[in-house]
């Protein structure tokens, strides 16, 4: 069949006029570049609108207490700067770790669940209410804090100090004083502190030679509590100034002191020798009371400057 024959065919003249009037196939993915940005965002990138309000509605506002901090660009930028340090931190500490830490042991420290996070957070908020203290293993034994409340996890802490870097630069993002150098030096900061205090505590020990199962590990997680609590000093001070910084920092002074003396007594204070008699209470109870008021001592020494910058 040549082309003059097809063309004369009526036939397929008239499928070649139906496959031109057939409607396209629609796309996989809309194409939204012509769109208009949502309401209550910038308009750059995008064309100029024109004509009314389509949906007859003004752009909503944000009025609730920290709303800025969604539209604050100093605030975004602290954010990001944050978690690229974290995550550099993070590859740090996996090159690094094994040189100085058994993995076998550190992942007892990590081994939690969604239960047991929660309910040791409330534990850290509320612990007056809290009335068995002891752990329910042999001592010197690897427990999983998944498997008791009462044993020390460094999983709470790690991310309680990352948080804690993160939200100090919100802060400072939000008072328009943030750069990527004092964001570094908070967390710098932060980490000689937690060092030199888990150093201060192990000499401690040594010197006044008390007579503990208390590890270094141990030592670390019950000092990284603490920025739990500091955490939510930041926020609180951030929303409520001077009332909810002093308020919650005032709140956190006696519930992490009484954490820490109903915790470590178990692990430091002597038990009765054969002979009946203890030694070294007095030396231990001291020594419980002073790491237990050094906590607080630390999270104003860390917070305060950052909500009332001089």
Do not use: C
């Amino acid at each position: 069949m040549n082309m003059r024959s097809l063309e004369q065919d009526p036939a397929a003249t008239q499928k070649k006029r139906n496959n031109r009037n057939a409607p396209s196939r629609p796309p996989l993915f809309e194409d939204t570049s012509n769109q208009q940005p949502p309401y209550g965002y910038p308009n750059e990138g995008y064309p100029p609108s024109s004509g009314p309000n389509p949906y007859g509605q003004q752009p909503p506002h944000i009025n609730f207490p920290g709303g800025q901090l969604l539209n604050d660009p100093m605030a975004s930028m602290a954010m990001q700067y944050g978690s690229s340090l974290a995550d550099q931190g993070k590859e740090y500490m996996h090159k690094n770790l094994e040189k100085y830490v058994s993995t076998s042991k550190l992942k007892y420290y990590f081994a939690v669940d969604t239960s047991y996070v929660g309910k040791k957070l409330t534990l850290l908020l509320f612990p007056y209410s809290h009335t068995d203290w002891s752990i329910h293993f042999s001592p010197g034994e690897l427990v999983a804090p998944k498997d008791e409340l009462n044993a020390p996890d460094l999983y709470i802490p790690v991310m309680a100090l990352v948080t804690y870097i993160l939200t100090a630069g919100v802060v400072m993002g939000i008072q328009n004083r943030f750069t990527p150098e004092q964001l570094g030096i908070q967390a710098s900061s932060a980490l000689v502190w937690l060092i030199l205090e888990l150093f201060i505590v192990m000499l401690s020990l040594y010197i006044l030679n008390l007579n503990t199962g208390l590890k270094y590990l141990d030592t670390l997680a019950y000092s990284g509590y603490k920025y739990v609590g500091m955490i939510i000093i930041l926020l609180a001070g951030l929303l409520f100034k001077k009332t909810g910084y002093y308020f919650s920092l005032l709140w956190f002074t006696f519930s992490t002191a009484y954490f820490l003396v109903k915790t470590l007594r178990i692990q430091i204070l002597p038990h009765a020798d054969s002979d009946g008699f203890t030694r070294g209470s007095k030396r231990s109870l001291y020594f419980i009371l002073s790491i237990s008021l050094l906590q607080p001592i630390l999270m104003g020494w860390l917070t305060y400057h950052i909500i009332f910058p001089h």
